[in-house]
């Protein structure tokens, strides 16, 4: 589903993000991808929706060499991977619908078809009292479930989650990361980046450890 | 399905006019600005011109017989006439036609002649010039060469103005074209601006199409949609508020503009083509404008 095979990225003035760093996560697999601040873990991510292209190495995504995928690909790409960024990247001027209705009109969704969908989304997510509301109002944990709710738009094989409990309470963290294990368990292979060791020996997923760039360890 | 599309790609573009606020607003405005004064250019040149062409329409060379002309040197004269390489036609005017026609003309003051018992008016020929001799030189070679025919009282003709008016009409048809190409430019920069301030203004919104798998059309095609919406509002105001212009100038020009124009109904709005093709090029503008300003934005 998702392997990296040596690769490295390196930023203009020599500055190493990532170094000869291989690994393999299988369909279906939720991956914790663990490390200090600045270890790397969100150009990995970057890495794996073409946001960037390595230095050397070659990653494939669902058997499509992303190194090599043309530009006109990359749309194709991109709608099979959902994204919840660490800054989530919400429109805060826009009510949390409109949020999600951005992404079907992406993916050219009607939107007879697509109301329905994203009611079932926030209704998931809990959030289907506020979907008239502008992000701007909702507080950071329900910010965070709209990201989640927006990202799985597009029915992703593959879920990436930048830092998705960085600035919650406990118990909220919680909350989001059992959201993301029922995602995983209808079948989306998720991927979740965290600083939070806690979080990790808590959920007991396999577990990638980042270090200046590189793979250091590996927890089955 | 493709109804329910357009649909909502044209609430989309409507949407974001909205969202635009004051700098559309501008960027429609300095296009209105630009196209109004091409347009003035334009009518004014188009309705000169017209009045020139009629003017040089009814433009002869008069050629006026002596009293004592014998039937046989006026048939000559007529041979030589029908024969000149210059003259498009020919007509016999009488001194019975003349003097009708001078009562007519004259128009109630034709007891001017009353009293006369004899018409001082003398009979002419009068001659339509082909255009490519009316010319100065050619007419007064041509003159020159009438007036020593026997019978020729005189022969008049009045070239040089019409063709003093009309280096005056294709200044203004240059000038037009000049400020024309000058303020289209001007507002193809302004729409591009306009876009490109739009572009970045959406900056996020874009940044998350495109990471969602949004393909380059899917972003384009309604940031384009909205400046040719602001490129044909901007020159159909233009159209309008150059309609109010030239109504209230023809007002104010009352019966001076009825002798110009030998009738203000005579005085020409654009015609509906000039009218297509102003909004079409506001259109094209806007259009180019933001497919310049997408383009780059997307580049980087």
């Given at each position: ?7 490295s ?18 369909k ?15 150009t ?14 070659q990653?494939?995504v ?19 991977i959902?994204?919840i ?21 992406v ?19 809990g959030?289907i009292?506020?979907a ?12 965070q ?7 799985l ?12 409990t ?16 029922e ?12 600083h ?7 959920m ?17 | ?5 357009l ?8 949407l ?11 960027s ?21 011109s ?5 003017w040089?329409?009814?433009f ?11 039937e ?13 390489m210059?003259?498009?036609?020919v ?39 082909h255009?490519k ?6 007419l ?97 105001l233009?159209?309008?508020?150059l ?7 023809l ?13 203000p ?25 933001s ?9 980087v």
């Amino acid at each position: 589903m998702i392997q990296m095979f040596r690769v490295s990225k390196i930023y203009p003035k020599d500055v190493v993000a990532l170094s000869d760093v291989t690994f393999h996560v299988q369909k279906g697999d939720f991956v914790f991808l663990c490390g200090p601040s600045g270890a790397g873990k969100t150009t990995l991510l970057r890495l794996i929706f073409r946001d960037e292209l390595p230095s050397s190495g070659q990653i494939l995504v669902n058997g499509r060499n992303v190194v090599r995928l043309r530009e006109s690909k990359l749309p194709a790409l991109r709608r099979t991977i959902g994204v919840i960024f660490q800054d989530f990247k919400l429109l805060m001027d826009r009510t949390v619908y409109a949020n999600l209705q951005l992404v079907a009109r992406v993916l050219g969704i009607p939107e007879s078809i697509s109301r329905r969908k994203i009611g079932r989304l926030l209704k998931d997510v809990g959030l289907i009292q506020k979907a008239d509301q502008t992000p701007y109002k909702l507080s950071g944990g329900e910010q965070q479930r709209v990201a989640i709710a927006r990202a799985l738009m597009s029915d992703p094989t593959i879920l990436l989650a930048d830092e998705p409990t960085g600035n919650l309470d406990p118990d909220l963290s919680l909350d989001v990361m059992r959201l993301l294990a029922e995602v995983n368990i209808r079948g989306t292979t998720v991927v979740v980046a965290t600083h939070n060791p806690k979080l990790v020996s808590e959920m007991g997923h396999r577990t990638l450890i980042l270090k200046q760039g590189r793979l250091v360890e590996e927890i089955a | 399905m493709f109804w329910e599309r357009l649909r909502t790609l044209l609430s989309e573009t409507f949407l974001n006019f909205r969202r635009g606020g004051w700098g559309i607003l501008v960027s429609v405005g300095a296009i209105t600005i630009a196209f109004l004064i091409t347009g003035i250019f334009l009518l004014f040149t188009l309705n000169l011109s017209a009045v020139v062409d009629r003017w040089a329409e009814d433009f002869q060379v008069v050629v006026f017989l002596h009293d004592t002309i014998t039937e046989e040197q006026q048939t000559l004269l007529r041979k030589r006439l029908d024969g000149e390489m210059a003259v498009r036609e020919v007509t016999y005017v009488s001194k019975k036609d003349a003097l009708a026609k001078f009562r007519r003309q004259a128009g109630g003051q034709e007891n001017l002649l009353e009293g006369m018992n004899t018409n001082p008016l003398p009979a002419s020929f009068e001659l339509r010039i082909h255009d490519k001799y009316q010319t100065a030189a050619a007419l007064k070679q041509l003159a020159a060469s009438l007036k020593r025919v026997e019978g020729v009282e005189d022969v008049l003709y009045g070239q040089e103005w019409v063709e003093r008016l009309t280096g005056v009409i294709e200044v203004m048809k240059i000038l037009g074209i000049v400020v024309g190409g000058v303020l289209g430019l001007a507002s193809l920069f302004i729409v591009a601006n306009t876009v490109r301030m739009a572009v970045y203004a959406r900056a996020q919104e874009i940044e998350i199409m495109r990471l969602v798998g949004a393909t380059r059309t899917t972003i384009q095609i309604p940031l384009i949609l909205e400046g040719t919406v602001q490129g044909g509002l901007g020159a159909a105001l233009a159209l309008g508020l150059l309609y109010f212009l030239f109504q209230a100038t023809l007002w104010q020009l009352g019966t001076s503009a009825s002798i110009l124009f030998s009738g203000p109904e005579l005085a020409r709005f654009l015609t509906p083509e000039y009218r297509m093709a102003m909004i079409g090029v506001g259109v094209l503008v806007g259009g180019v404008g933001s497919l310049v300003a997408v383009r780059r934005f997307l580049k980087v």
